[in-house]
Each structure stands twice: as C-alpha cells, then as structure tokens.
C-alpha cells in the first residue's frame, strides 16, 4: 500500500483539472490510495472576486505537517514569473519543521505545472521547485521519454520530461487538451509504481 497526496493550487481551474488526472493515473496502480489536496488560498478577497478566480474547488484544504503521513506527494502549481506560485511557495515554508525532523526524507516527489504561453516556464517552475524537495531530502521523479506523447509535435502541448503540464493561454480560454491529460495520467502512474516499489 502507497498513500499518494497530489497537492495543488490553482487559480482558475487549469492545475485542477491536471490534478484529477494525475489522481486517476496514480488510482489506476494497485495499492495505491490516492488523495487531492489543495494549499490555502492567500490572496484578499477582492483580488479573488476581481480575477474571477475559481471558487468552487472541492478538494480539501492541506495542512503542512501533514504531508508526513504520505509516501509520495505531487504537487501541482501554476506558474509565476517562471516560478511555483507563492500560494504553494508559502506552503511549502511552514514544513520547516518536518525539515528538521527529517519527516520527508526517502519520499517521492514530482511536480506539474500551467503556463499561459508555449515558453512561459513550464520547465523552470518544475526544476526549481526539485529544489525545495531535493532540500527536503525527497527522491525527485519525472515524466520519461517513453511516453509518446511528450514528443507529439502535430499540436501545440504541453509535457516536459520533468513533469505533466498545460497552456491556459492568456485569457485562461484553453483547458488541458488530451495529450496533455494522458501525460498527467501517466506521471501519476509512474509515481505510483515508484512509491510503491519504496513502499515495499
Ligand atoms: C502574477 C502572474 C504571473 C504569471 N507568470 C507567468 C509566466 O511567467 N509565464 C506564463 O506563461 N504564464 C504566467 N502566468 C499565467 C499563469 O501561469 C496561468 O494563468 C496559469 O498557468 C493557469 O493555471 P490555473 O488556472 O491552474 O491557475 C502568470 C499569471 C499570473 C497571475
């Protein structure tokens, strides 16, 4: 048995929609118990509201100190000048106590993300992100070559050999397109393997 959180934020829905694919590709491994959770939303109320972001998420909020009590986390974020958004980033600066215990220490991590554009950072907010998890002692897994979809150019896609990710476009109109759903799929299926073979 591997327990799975896929941990995410999003603000419009694109990251929610990759979670639920990642949790179904991650469900479909057996042993695995699959949980999706969000990070607590820090921006004001009025921000919200004048964004139109999406409220009505029905994953759970998750607690930091929580993410001891899984054998893998993946998280999802969208991207912020090239970076993890700072909703996930202040997340991820309360487990400074499980740092000092060494809580996360063996456990997998692996990471999605959503730019608005083709060139946006899809790979720098994933690699730098490695670098909180690499600090935090966890073993770092991607998204490989042998999945065909991450060499599918008749489209515009998404899919990076670091991990499962999405184009919202700039107004946010596009939604994860099935290629990009199938990585997200199979990224949750490998982690899965992958904890469960640690789990053992
Ligand atoms: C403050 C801010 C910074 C952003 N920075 C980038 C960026 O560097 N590159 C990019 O392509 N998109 C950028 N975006 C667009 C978001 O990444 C996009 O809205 C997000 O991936 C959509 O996913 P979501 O609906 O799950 O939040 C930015 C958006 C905001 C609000």
Known sequence: MAKILV?????????????????EGAKGVAGSEVTIKRVPETMPEETIKAIHAKTDQAAPIAKPEELAEY?????GTPTR???MCGQMRNFLDQ???????????GKVGSVFAST???????ETTITSFHTTLLHQGMV??????SNPGLTNMDEITGGTPYGATT??????SRMPSANELTLARAQGKHVAEIAAKLAR
């Open 81 to 83: 000048f090239g970076n």
């Open 116 to 122: 608005a554009t083709q060139h946006g950072g899809q």
């Open 140 to 145: 770092i897994v991607g998204l490989p070559y």
């Open 95 to 105: 487990t400074g106590a499980l740092w000092t215990k060494g809580s996360l220490i």
């Open 167 to 172: 184009l919202s476009k700039g107004d946010g």
């Open 7 to 23: 941990l995410y934020y999003s603000t419009w829905g694109h990251i929610e929609t990759m979670a639920g694919a990642i949790a």
């Open 71 to 75: 054998d893998a986390i993946i998280f």
